[in-house]
Protein backbone atom coordinates (compact mmCIF):
# COMPACT_ATOMS: atom_id res chain seq x y z
CA UNK A 1 0.00 0.00 0.00
CA UNK A 2 1.19 3.25 -0.87
CA UNK A 3 1.27 5.75 1.90
CA UNK A 4 -1.35 8.34 1.74
CA UNK A 5 0.12 12.28 1.30
CA UNK A 6 -1.01 14.53 4.08
CA UNK A 7 -3.29 17.28 2.34
CA UNK A 8 -1.51 20.31 1.69
CA UNK A 9 -2.06 23.55 3.42
CA UNK A 10 -0.89 27.14 2.37
CA UNK A 11 1.71 28.12 4.95
CA UNK A 12 2.22 24.32 6.11
CA UNK A 13 5.61 23.08 7.43
CA UNK A 14 7.45 21.10 4.65
CA UNK A 15 7.94 18.32 6.54
CA UNK A 16 4.29 18.00 7.22
CA UNK A 17 3.47 17.74 3.64
CA UNK A 18 5.42 14.28 3.84
CA UNK A 19 4.22 10.59 3.68
CA UNK A 20 3.74 9.40 7.29
CA UNK A 21 5.76 6.70 7.43
CA UNK A 22 8.95 9.14 5.43
CA UNK A 23 8.57 11.29 8.99
CA UNK A 24 8.85 8.74 11.58
CA UNK A 25 12.06 7.59 9.48
CA UNK A 26 12.92 11.33 9.50
CA UNK A 27 12.59 11.95 12.84
CA UNK A 28 14.06 8.08 13.80
CA UNK A 29 18.00 9.45 11.29
CA UNK A 30 17.85 11.76 13.24
CA UNK A 31 17.42 10.06 17.06
CA UNK A 32 19.30 6.84 16.14
CA UNK A 33 22.74 6.18 14.58
CA UNK A 34 21.66 2.89 13.44
CA UNK A 35 19.38 4.75 10.72
CA UNK A 36 22.29 6.81 9.01
CA UNK A 37 24.26 3.89 8.35
CA UNK A 38 23.17 3.77 4.97
CA UNK A 39 20.16 4.43 2.83
CA UNK A 40 16.83 3.91 4.42
CA UNK A 41 15.19 0.88 3.52
CA UNK A 42 11.21 1.55 2.54
CA UNK A 43 9.65 0.31 5.22
CA UNK A 44 6.11 0.57 7.12
CA UNK A 45 5.66 2.97 9.72
CA UNK A 46 4.55 0.22 12.23
CA UNK A 47 7.96 -1.43 11.91
CA UNK A 48 9.82 2.10 11.86
CA UNK A 49 7.45 2.53 15.30
CA UNK A 50 9.19 -0.34 16.84
CA UNK A 51 12.56 0.77 15.81
CA UNK A 52 12.21 3.60 17.18
CA UNK A 53 10.58 3.07 20.75
CA UNK A 54 13.24 0.33 20.94
CA UNK A 55 14.86 0.43 24.42
CA UNK A 56 18.37 0.29 24.38
CA UNK A 57 20.51 -2.01 26.56
CA UNK A 58 21.35 1.32 29.17
CA UNK A 59 17.64 2.16 29.54
CA UNK A 60 16.03 -1.46 30.21
CA UNK A 61 18.83 -1.77 32.53
CA UNK A 62 17.85 -0.68 36.37
CA UNK A 63 19.55 2.53 37.64
CA UNK A 64 21.98 2.06 39.86
CA UNK A 65 21.57 2.35 43.41
CA UNK A 66 23.52 5.19 44.64
CA UNK A 67 26.38 4.71 47.08
CA UNK A 68 26.03 4.46 51.05
CA UNK A 69 26.15 8.50 52.33
CA UNK A 70 28.98 9.18 54.58
CA UNK A 71 27.35 11.83 56.11
CA UNK A 72 26.93 11.23 60.10
CA UNK A 73 23.61 12.97 59.95
CA UNK A 74 22.43 10.10 57.33
CA UNK A 75 24.12 7.38 58.60
CA UNK A 76 22.28 8.30 61.97
CA UNK A 77 18.91 8.48 60.24
CA UNK A 78 19.11 5.29 58.68
CA UNK A 79 20.49 3.47 62.04
CA UNK A 80 17.32 4.90 63.59
CA UNK A 81 15.20 4.06 60.93
CA UNK A 82 16.45 0.29 61.42
CA UNK A 83 16.19 -0.01 64.96
CA UNK A 84 12.59 2.01 64.69
CA UNK A 85 11.43 -1.31 62.00
CA UNK A 86 13.35 -4.12 64.33
CA UNK A 87 11.96 -2.90 67.45
CA UNK A 88 9.36 0.14 67.31
CA UNK A 89 8.52 0.06 71.07
CA UNK A 90 11.82 -0.07 72.46
CA UNK A 91 13.09 2.73 70.38
CA UNK A 92 10.09 4.81 70.54
CA UNK A 93 10.41 4.34 74.87
CA UNK A 94 14.18 5.79 74.25
CA UNK A 95 13.05 8.65 71.94
CA UNK A 96 10.16 10.04 74.26
CA UNK A 97 12.49 9.32 77.58
CA UNK A 98 14.96 11.79 75.63
CA UNK A 99 12.65 14.00 74.73
CA UNK A 100 10.41 14.74 77.67
CA UNK A 101 13.67 15.34 79.66
CA UNK A 102 14.89 17.49 77.31
CA UNK A 103 11.54 19.10 77.29
CA UNK A 104 11.32 19.34 81.01
CA UNK A 105 14.90 20.71 80.93
CA UNK A 106 13.91 23.50 78.91
CA UNK A 107 10.55 24.29 80.65
CA UNK A 108 12.73 24.57 83.63
CA UNK A 109 15.03 26.92 82.28
CA UNK A 110 12.54 29.37 80.93
CA UNK A 111 10.34 29.39 83.96
CA UNK A 112 13.38 30.05 86.14
CA UNK A 113 14.99 32.68 83.87
CA UNK A 114 11.26 34.88 84.14
CA UNK A 115 12.29 34.65 88.17
CA UNK A 116 13.97 37.24 89.55
CA UNK A 117 17.60 36.47 90.69
CA UNK A 118 16.62 36.72 94.08
CA UNK A 119 13.80 33.76 93.54
CA UNK A 120 15.76 31.93 90.88
CA UNK A 121 15.75 28.32 91.74
CA UNK A 122 18.20 25.12 91.69
CA UNK A 123 17.22 22.57 88.89
CA UNK A 124 14.92 20.23 90.26
CA UNK A 125 16.40 17.02 89.20
CA UNK A 126 13.56 14.76 91.07
CA UNK A 127 11.13 16.68 88.74
CA UNK A 128 13.22 15.79 85.48
CA UNK A 129 13.68 12.26 86.57
CA UNK A 130 10.03 12.04 86.77
CA UNK A 131 9.49 13.53 83.54
CA UNK A 132 11.87 10.97 82.11
CA UNK A 133 10.08 8.17 83.86
CA UNK A 134 7.31 8.85 82.49
CA UNK A 135 8.03 10.00 78.89
CA UNK A 136 10.33 6.16 78.66
CA UNK A 137 7.98 4.08 80.17
CA UNK A 138 4.30 4.93 81.13
CA UNK A 139 3.58 6.66 78.01
CA UNK A 140 4.69 5.77 74.97
CA UNK A 141 3.80 2.14 74.79
CA UNK A 142 -0.49 3.59 75.45
CA UNK A 143 0.53 6.39 72.56
CA UNK A 144 2.19 3.59 70.11
CA UNK A 145 -1.48 1.61 70.27
CA UNK A 146 -2.86 4.63 70.16
CA UNK A 147 -1.84 6.09 67.20
CA UNK A 148 -1.88 2.57 65.18
CA UNK A 149 -5.53 1.84 66.20
CA UNK A 150 -6.28 4.98 64.97
CA UNK A 151 -4.82 4.03 61.82
CA UNK A 152 -6.99 0.57 61.87
CA UNK A 153 -10.18 3.03 63.07
CA UNK A 154 -10.20 5.63 60.22
CA UNK A 155 -8.67 4.10 57.45
CA UNK A 156 -9.45 0.24 57.45
CA UNK A 157 -12.71 0.05 59.63
CA UNK A 158 -14.36 3.46 58.49
CA UNK A 159 -12.66 3.51 55.01
CA UNK A 160 -12.66 6.98 55.12
CA UNK A 161 -11.68 8.94 52.15
CA UNK A 162 -7.81 10.02 52.06
CA UNK A 163 -8.38 13.36 51.66
CA UNK A 164 -10.55 13.43 55.17
CA UNK A 165 -8.49 11.45 57.08
CA UNK A 166 -6.31 13.69 58.64
CA UNK A 167 -9.56 15.86 59.94
CA UNK A 168 -11.36 12.28 61.07
CA UNK A 169 -8.49 10.99 63.12
CA UNK A 170 -7.62 14.97 65.01
CA UNK A 171 -11.93 14.65 65.56
CA UNK A 172 -11.90 11.30 67.72
CA UNK A 173 -8.17 11.73 69.51
CA UNK A 174 -9.10 15.56 70.36
CA UNK A 175 -12.90 14.90 71.49
CA UNK A 176 -13.75 11.33 72.21
CA UNK A 177 -11.53 9.82 74.36
CA UNK A 178 -7.72 10.54 73.82
CA UNK A 179 -7.28 13.94 74.97
CA UNK A 180 -9.48 13.44 77.99
CA UNK A 181 -7.68 10.18 79.06
CA UNK A 182 -4.22 11.26 78.16
CA UNK A 183 -4.16 14.54 80.66
CA UNK A 184 -5.88 12.63 83.19
CA UNK A 185 -3.66 10.03 82.88
CA UNK A 186 -0.72 12.43 83.06
CA UNK A 187 -1.67 14.30 86.18
CA UNK A 188 -2.16 10.73 88.23
CA UNK A 189 0.87 9.57 87.30
CA UNK A 190 3.34 12.21 87.86
CA UNK A 191 0.79 12.88 91.35
CA UNK A 192 1.51 9.00 91.96
CA UNK A 193 5.25 9.50 91.63
CA UNK A 194 4.98 12.57 94.03
CA UNK A 195 4.00 9.89 97.09
CA UNK A 196 0.09 11.87 96.68
CA UNK A 197 -2.66 9.85 97.90
CA UNK A 198 -5.84 9.35 95.74
CA UNK A 199 -7.70 12.17 96.81
CA UNK A 200 -4.77 14.72 96.40
CA UNK A 201 -4.55 12.90 92.49
CA UNK A 202 -7.99 13.15 92.33
CA UNK A 203 -7.86 16.80 93.34
CA UNK A 204 -5.60 17.50 90.92
CA UNK A 205 -6.66 16.40 87.85
CA UNK A 206 -10.00 17.63 88.87
CA UNK A 207 -8.19 21.08 89.30
CA UNK A 208 -6.29 21.33 86.22
CA UNK A 209 -7.63 18.89 83.52
CA UNK A 210 -10.38 21.89 81.64
CA UNK A 211 -7.33 24.26 81.48
CA UNK A 212 -5.08 21.93 79.92
CA UNK A 213 -7.66 20.73 77.42
CA UNK A 214 -8.51 24.51 76.22
CA UNK A 215 -4.70 25.27 75.97
CA UNK A 216 -4.38 21.80 74.09
CA UNK A 217 -7.42 22.05 72.03
CA UNK A 218 -6.04 25.07 70.44
CA UNK A 219 -2.39 23.99 69.58
CA UNK A 220 -2.66 20.22 69.33
CA UNK A 221 -5.59 20.54 66.89
CA UNK A 222 -3.55 22.19 64.24
CA UNK A 223 -0.29 20.30 64.81
CA UNK A 224 -1.92 17.02 64.74
CA UNK A 225 -3.68 17.88 61.28
CA UNK A 226 -0.36 18.48 60.20
CA UNK A 227 0.75 15.35 61.76
CA UNK A 228 -1.78 13.25 60.17
CA UNK A 229 -1.41 14.40 56.56
CA UNK A 230 2.37 14.57 56.34
CA UNK A 231 3.85 12.25 59.01
CA UNK A 232 3.95 8.10 58.03
CA UNK A 233 2.84 6.57 60.96
CA UNK A 234 6.02 4.77 62.39
CA UNK A 235 7.02 8.54 63.01
CA UNK A 236 3.91 10.26 64.33
CA UNK A 237 4.40 9.46 67.88
CA UNK A 238 8.10 11.45 67.30
CA UNK A 239 6.54 14.34 65.79
CA UNK A 240 4.13 14.76 68.87
CA UNK A 241 7.03 14.44 71.11
CA UNK A 242 9.10 16.96 69.26
CA UNK A 243 6.73 19.33 69.13
CA UNK A 244 5.69 18.96 72.67
CA UNK A 245 8.82 20.64 73.27
CA UNK A 246 7.55 23.42 72.74
CA UNK A 247 4.09 22.21 73.97
CA UNK A 248 5.66 22.00 77.51
CA UNK A 249 7.17 25.09 77.39
CA UNK A 250 4.27 27.09 76.58
CA UNK A 251 2.18 25.68 79.64
CA UNK A 252 5.29 26.40 82.21
CA UNK A 253 4.24 29.88 81.21
CA UNK A 254 0.84 29.54 80.67
CA UNK A 255 0.54 27.59 84.38
CA UNK A 256 3.07 28.86 86.80
CA UNK A 257 3.97 25.65 88.88
CA UNK A 258 2.59 25.55 92.17
CA UNK A 259 4.65 24.47 95.20
CA UNK A 260 2.44 21.91 96.32
CA UNK A 261 2.22 19.76 94.19
CA UNK A 262 3.98 21.12 91.53
CA UNK A 263 2.24 21.58 88.72
CA UNK A 264 3.33 19.63 85.27
CA UNK A 265 2.50 19.87 81.22
CA UNK A 266 0.33 17.51 79.48
CA UNK A 267 0.59 15.79 76.15
CA UNK A 268 -2.06 15.12 73.37
Known amino acids: ?22 RLVSRCAAQSPRLLAGPVRPTSSVRVARLCTKPSAASAAPPPKPPASSNPFWMAVAAYEAALEARPLLT ?7 LYGAGDALAQAVS ?22 FGGVFYPVLAHYHYNFLEWLVVVRMGTAISY ?14 SYFSNAYYHAVLGALQGFTVQQVYDR ?42 WTTFLSLAFPPEKKPPSAASIP
Open 92 to 98: KSVTSGV
Open 205 to 246: VASTLWDTLKAQWAFWIPAQLINFRFVPLRHQLNFVLVVSLV
Open 165 to 178: VPFAKMFIEQFVYW
Open 112 to 133: NRQLPPAEKEPFDLARWCRAVL
Open 1 to 22: LRPALVPPRRGADPMLLRPCSQ
